[in-house]
Each structure stands twice: as C-alpha cells, then as structure tokens.
C-alpha cells in the first residue's frame, strides 16, 4: 500500500472520526463512515447512561492504565537482564511490581497481535491474517467489558483497527488515524528493499527542534532519501493527552486508559541527547545468523535485502534503537508523574507491554514477522503496590498477550462475562497467590510475504516453529537461548519435536486455514482495487 505524502491524521476522513476528541470535551462515541462519506455518513451519539455502580462493597473499583508499546524487544530493559539500557522508569515499574519474563505476542505483526489481545482469541479464531484485516465487530474485546462494569474506556493512541469500526468497545478514541481495509496476496508482495532506508539510516534530531515541534502531527516524508515516517512528534501528543486525562479525572468513576506509543518502530529517529546517552556504552554486537530456515533466509534476503545492511550500521542502528527506548521510556514516567500528582495511583493498576518485539539486528534480521525470541516475545510488567501485587516478583513460565483479557477479568470481579477465550488469568500469579502451570503459547503469521501458514509454539524450555510446506525448527532455549542450533532433524531430540508438533496442530486445520487466508485475501484485493 502506497503510503507516501499521507498525513497520519488522515485529512479524507472527517477530524472527528479519527480521534479529535479531546479530553477536555464531552465524550462522544463516534461510528466510523468509509472515507470521504459526508456528513451523513458520521453519527455521534452519547453513550448510554451506565446503571451500574461505580464502586462494590470492598470500596473502589480499581483504575486500570494500560501503557502499550510498538516493537519493542524485552532484551532492551534493564530489568529484562540489560545493564546497558537506560530505562530507570520501567525498571522502577518493575520494582513495584511483577515481570513475567516470557511473554509472547500471539501474532508477530501489528494488527493481528493487537487484535489478538483485544478479543482473547487466536487469529484464525478471527480471522485476522495481516496488517490489512479488519477485527469483526460481534467480537466483544475486554473495552466492552470494562464498559459494562462501569469503566470510563479510553484509548489514547495506537491499537492499529483497520476499517470502519475504531472503536470496539472504548468510548473514546484519541490520536490515531483511521486505517482501511487492504490487502495483497501471498505471493504478488513485491520485494521492498528498504532495509536500508528503514534501520539503516539513523536520523538525528537537534533537541531544539523536538521541543519546538511537540504539538504537531507525525507526517509521511515524501522520498528524498529520508525515512517514510516520523513517529516522534504524534507519541508525544499521545503522552500530552494522557498527562491531561489523568489531571482531570475524577476518583469517583473508575477509568480504563490505554496509552498506544508507536515508539520504539522503525524508522532509526531519535533524539540527539537520547543517542548520544549511548555514547561509550557497551551496547552488545547481535548474535551471528545462525541456522536460519529456508523461509526465514528467503524473507531476509529476497524481501527486505538484509543481506546488504552495511555493517559498519549494525552499532549506529542499534544504539539509535535504545535511544527511542529511552525516549519513550521518559514519555512513560510524564504519564506515570501525571498518575502520581492526580491521587489516582493507590487505587490503580498500571500495566505496560507491548504488541511484538524487534529483531535489532540479531541473526542479522531486523523488524518482526517471525517467530525468533526477538519478535515474538514483549515486555509484561504489572504494579499495583496497594492492591496486593507482589513488588520485584519475577515470574518465569511463558504467558502470552492472550492472557491479558482474562487478567482485566479478574481484576474487576466481571465473573458473569462469559466471552470465550483461549487465554488464563495472571491476577493470581501477579499477588504470589498461585504458581503458574507450564502451557504451551502460541505466535502465528499468515502474512502475504510467506508461502504457507506458520506458528510457533514454545513449552518449558522448548519452542518450535512451524512454516507450512517450508519447514521446521526446534530449538532448547535452556542450552541455545540465542536460537543458534535448529534440533529439529536431531533424533536425540525426535520425542520432543513429535509433541511440540502434535501441541501446534491441535484444533489448527492448515491447510483450511491456508484456503482461508486466501480467500479473504483475495476479497480485500478487490476492496483497494
């Protein structure tokens, strides 16, 4: 999809409907209209009258902030193991609460992950394939649910729904524009080979000129050798939005914010004292290529051309990499300072995480869309002192974005919320008032730059991953934590292949699932024609 000279905000969609309202105004509930639709195409409409009570009989419904990220690696946390990394607020979030330190996104790819855990439900439950897919709207999300219990639902920022609904299930949504339908078919996806303009091109920023441009928007950069889009200036609207929510919220009405940063996504820009914070610092190399599969060196070399990164980049890249870190993880502490001075924070459970990893330069790959540790694994930190979550608590056992909607269950007692879904509760876990049981998790992609459908799936110290009519690779992160060594045709490792692979097909038709993805794929072709 041809993205170039399109404003983030996007000026053929009515203000409104893509995120216009502000804090300060009257809460709207927007139903979105096909771009371009007049002014009867837009309806706003007030959302109903909540008949239930704010708070129960052991006091105040706990305030929920979900703080969720783009793309970014757990490995760059310094409570994550990275003692290069300067990120003193989640590391402190961490110290207040609990880190699940294997934590897997359910889908590589923006979209499908962040739809994923919206609904609770497996992409094919779904049918969420790519990056174009559009979420159904009879799926009730766990904003339908915090509504229903009498929540303020907000979303500020990014949570990526493609077409006409931008809602589902929030009542208002802040500062993200309106994505449509889209699709190309698997095999038709041409060769990019903006590696190079993407990770490659580090852009640095005077810090005079992000201050002076903080209020305005993100824009798409026509190509002149300068990177498709910059990021920076809507994440701090973003972060603007929630420090003023926050300074006006009333502890009489339990809320439910959820802050979407689009940092730390490519493209490399950054700020120049955030780059140069990294000057001197032993920022690791990546780790060597490895035993890639098939597909996986296909994607690298013949889709994206990372067999031509110059390596005298790979340190630039990555030290411009920790800066964005760095510098959403100053947004974070705005947004957590705002908490602190608004009364709020005793009676709120902050939550950060993010939709799926980047693979920064390790096996000499970068972005996501597969199934290494890099890609599919996302920081999970929750904290909430005061109500009962264990402060520095590290809990081990793999957990996925799945288990997200079942927390938020938990956490405000909706026991009569019979939505069907594939993930487990942590609350328990997050007060030391269970064990997690090891479970198998899964990570699928059935993006259009692969030849059949793929999942992962990691148990115990185990993963496998699986790319239809393309391979297989098993790796025992205990002993090969940098995934160096595929075991999958060691018979000394056949018994464990065989159950992995039995825990991936269960209840996964692939190939009815491969004949899915086609067909909707064919039918959003037609859509963008």
């Given at each position: 999809m041809?993205?170039?000279?399109?404003?983030?905000?996007?000026?053929?969609?009515?203000?409104?409907?893509?995120?216009?309202?502000?804090?300060?105004?009257?809460?709207?509930s927007w139903r979105f209209a096909r771009s371009g639709a007049g002014q009867d195409g837009l309806s706003q409409t007030r959302p109903q009258e909540r008949d239930k009570s704010v708070s129960n009989a052991a006091g105040r419904k706990p305030n929920i902030l979900f703080i969720i990220s783009d793309e970014h690696a757990p490995q760059t946390i310094g409570c994550m193991g990275a003692d290069f990394a300067h990120?003193?607020?989640?590391?402190?979030?961490?110290?207040?609460?609990?880190?699940?330190?294997?934590t897997?996104?359910?889908?590589?790819?923006?979209?499908?992950?962040?739809?994923?855990?919206?609904?609770?439900?497996?992409?094919?439950r779904i049918g969420m394939w790519d990056n174009g897919a559009a979420l159904p709207s009879n799926f009730p999300t766990w904003a339908h649910m915090m509504r229903d219990a009498g929540y303020r639902t907000v979303l500020d920022g990014k949570m990526h729904f493609c077409g006409p609904d931008q809602l589902h299930g929030f009542e208002e949504h802040w500062l993200e524009a309106a994505d449509p339908i889209w699709s190309c078919r698997r095999g038709e996806e041409a060769p990019d080979g903006t590696a190079y303009?993407?990770?490659?091109?580090?852009?640095?920023?005077?810090?005079?000129?992000?201050?002076?441009?903080?209020?305005?928007?993100?824009?798409?950069?026509?190509?002149?050798g300068r990177p498709d889009k910059d990021y920076h200036y809507i994440d701090v609207a973003r972060k603007d939005a929630a420090v003023e929510f926050l300074s006006n919220q009333s502890a009489d009405e339990p809320f439910c914010l959820t802050v979407g940063f689009i940092y730390p996504h490519y493209p490399q820009i950054c700020s120049e004292s955030a780059f140069h914070l990294y000057d001197g610092v032993d920022i690791p190399a990546p780790t060597p290529r490895g035993d890639l599969s098939k597909r996986v060196r296909a994607w690298s070399d013949e889709v994206w051309g990372f067999n031509s990164f110059p390596p005298e980049q790979i340190p630039r890249a990555r030290q411009a990499y920790m800066a964005m870190v760095t510098m959403l993880d100053g947004w974070i502490a705005e947004v957590l300072d705002a908490l602190e001075r608004s009364g709020l924070a005793e009676n709120t459970i902050v939550i950060y995480s993010s939709d799926h990893g980047d693979m920064w330069g390790e096996h000499e790959l970068w972005g996501k869309c597969l199934h290494y540790e890099q890609s599919t694994r996302v920081p999970l930190i929750v904290s909430a002192p005061s109500l009962g979550v264990q402060q520095g608590a590290r809990i081990d056992a793999p957990v996925s974005l799945l288990?997200?909607?079942?927390?938020?269950?938990?956490?405000?007692?909706?026991?009569?919320?019979?939505?069907?879904?594939?993930?487990r509760s942590l609350w328990a876990a997050c007060r030391g008032a269970e064990e997690l049981k090891d479970v198998p998790v899964f990570c699928d992609y059935y993006g259009s730059d692969t030849e059949g459908s793929e999942r992962m799936v990691r148990?115990?110290?185990?993963?496998?991953?699986?790319?239809?009519?393309?391979?297989?690779?098993?790796?025992?992160?205990?002993?090969?934590?940098?995934?160096?060594?595929?075991?999958?045709?060691?018979?000394?490792?056949?018994?464990?292949?065989?159950?992995?692979?039995?825990?991936?097909?269960?209840?996964?038709?692939?190939?009815?699932?491969?004949?899915?993805?086609?067909?909707?794929?064919?039918?959003?072709?037609?859509?963008?024609?």
């Amino acid at each position: 999809m041809n993205l170039e000279g399109r404003d983030i905000i996007d000026k053929s969609v009515p203000m409104a409907s893509v995120g216009a309202v502000h804090p300060g105004n009257p809460r709207l509930s927007w139903r979105f209209a096909r771009s371009g639709a007049g002014q009867d195409g837009l309806s706003q409409t007030r959302p109903q009258e909540r008949d239930k009570s704010v708070s129960n009989a052991a006091g105040r419904k706990p305030n929920i902030l979900f703080i969720i990220s783009d793309e970014h690696a757990p490995q760059t946390i310094g409570c994550m193991g990275a003692d290069f990394a300067h990120t003193p607020t989640m590391d402190r979030l961490a110290e207040r609460g609990t880190l699940f330190t294997n934590t897997y996104c359910n889908a590589a790819l923006c979209v499908p992950s962040r739809a994923s855990m919206m609904s609770g439900l497996l992409c094919d439950r779904i049918g969420m394939w790519d990056n174009g897919a559009a979420l159904p709207s009879n799926f009730p999300t766990w904003a339908h649910m915090m509504r229903d219990a009498g929540y303020r639902t907000v979303l500020d920022g990014k949570m990526h729904f493609c077409g006409p609904d931008q809602l589902h299930g929030f009542e208002e949504h802040w500062l993200e524009a309106a994505d449509p339908i889209w699709s190309c078919r698997r095999g038709e996806e041409a060769p990019d080979g903006t590696a190079y303009k993407l990770w490659s091109h580090v852009h640095i920023r005077p810090d005079d000129t992000f201050a002076s441009d903080r209020t305005s928007q993100c824009r798409y950069i026509k190509p002149n050798g300068r990177p498709d889009k910059d990021y920076h200036y809507i994440d701090v609207a973003r972060k603007d939005a929630a420090v003023e929510f926050l300074s006006n919220q009333s502890a009489d009405e339990p809320f439910c914010l959820t802050v979407g940063f689009i940092y730390p996504h490519y493209p490399q820009i950054c700020s120049e004292s955030a780059f140069h914070l990294y000057d001197g610092v032993d920022i690791p190399a990546p780790t060597p290529r490895g035993d890639l599969s098939k597909r996986v060196r296909a994607w690298s070399d013949e889709v994206w051309g990372f067999n031509s990164f110059p390596p005298e980049q790979i340190p630039r890249a990555r030290q411009a990499y920790m800066a964005m870190v760095t510098m959403l993880d100053g947004w974070i502490a705005e947004v957590l300072d705002a908490l602190e001075r608004s009364g709020l924070a005793e009676n709120t459970i902050v939550i950060y995480s993010s939709d799926h990893g980047d693979m920064w330069g390790e096996h000499e790959l970068w972005g996501k869309c597969l199934h290494y540790e890099q890609s599919t694994r996302v920081p999970l930190i929750v904290s909430a002192p005061s109500l009962g979550v264990q402060q520095g608590a590290r809990i081990d056992a793999p957990v996925s974005l799945l288990d997200v909607y079942p927390t938020f269950r938990d956490i405000i007692g909706a026991e009569d919320w019979c939505a069907d879904l594939d993930g487990r509760s942590l609350w328990a876990a997050c007060r030391g008032a269970e064990e997690l049981k090891d479970v198998p998790v899964f990570c699928d992609y059935y993006g259009s730059d692969t030849e059949g459908s793929e999942r992962m799936v990691r148990y115990k110290q185990y993963k496998l991953n699986y790319y239809h009519r393309q391979g297989i690779e098993l790796f025992d992160l205990s002993s090969d934590p940098h995934e160096q060594v595929n075991l999958a045709d060691d018979p000394a490792y056949a018994e464990v292949r065989e159950e992995l692979l039995a825990m991936c097909m269960a209840d996964w038709d692939v190939e009815a699932i491969d004949a899915a993805v086609l067909a909707d794929q064919n039918r959003r072709v037609l859509i963008n024609r």
